[in-house]
């Protein structure tokens, strides 16, 4: 037993030794960790004072150029250039606050500050992003674009089927925002599937954006996305383009149920008048989904003699779908619709 003193000894020395080491080794980790935290919060604060310097100085080459000058000072914009431009941060700082400007003034002011920008070289700046620059840059860039209405037709036609969606869809806001005519050109060149966000924001773009004359939405029914076709029909009917009814009366009988929910919705909004009288011959073979639609644009707009027609098909359909007949039926009032 004395003789494995000497062993227990060694070995407990070795814990303290480990133990030592490893409290040496998390003090440092702490205090290296609790630094890293102090610089960073410092480079931080340092950026953001950096940031409000540089806005204070283009906020007032910004007020001088559009409330006190008619026309651009060569000489102060090249002052501002090289004194406050030097970096790609600086210039992507002053042109997101060229952007928020844009996105509180109209008319003649915007001229102005795109004309601003182009003098700045800035336009440069944001096609060598869209040539060489990272995947975001690139969105970020394709927006700067957008808002500033600067022509960037051929740089972002070969980014409208990137890899990554938000470089896509921003390519596909650009086309519409900026087009004088035919903003869904585009579409011919598309490879990826639009997603239900992106047809949204694209309609959106449409109403609000786009200033030109109204385009011919039937040229993507024969598009071989799934997605642009639906998106075809749909402007269809939102924009009531009625002389389509024709063209689009033909997707009832297509293979997804998708496409053919969206043409019963473009046809109810158009009115168009046999579209009772087909959907009552198709709706025995339809899909659950489909024939749930079919039920609320007949209880809605049909006849009282559509909708006793309607009735008798009922007991051969899905459980759901009777269901949703009788609970949808006591909301219409039969003399309603006979009036």
Known sequence: MIELIPEIKNHTEGIIHLIHGLSVFFLILVVSLILRIIILRHLKRRRAVRRMKLQDKGLKLIHIFLFEETSLDAEIVQEFQRKHLRTDWRKKTFTDQVIEFLENF??????????????????????????????????????????????????????????????????????????????????????????????????????????????????????????????AIRLIGVFNQFEHSLKILPFLQAEKDRVRTETIKALSRLQYAELHTHLLRNFPGESPRVQDHILNVILDKGSYTEIKALETLIPGCHAQTQRRFERNRRLVSPAHKIA
């Open 106 to 231: 109209r008319g003649e002011s915007t001229g102005k500050l795109k004309e601003l920008f182009c003098a700045l070289k800035l336009d440069q700046y944001v096609f060598g992003i869209l040539k060489e620059g990272k995947w975001y840059e690139q969105a970020v860039a394709i927006h700067y674009c957008s808002e500033l209405s600067l022509k960037a037709d051929d740089l972002i036609k070969k980014l409208l089927n990137h890899k990554y969606y938000r470089v896509r869809e921003q390519a596909y806001y650009y086309f519409v925002k900026t087009a004088e005519s035919n903003p869904l050109a585009f579409i011919e060149h598309l490879d990826h599937e639009l997603t239900m966000w992106e047809m949204i924001n694209l309609e959106d773009c449409l109403r609000y954006y786009y200033t030109g004359s109204e385009p011919d939405f039937s040229i993507g029914l024969s598009h071989p996305l799934i997605s642009v076709r639906i998106f």
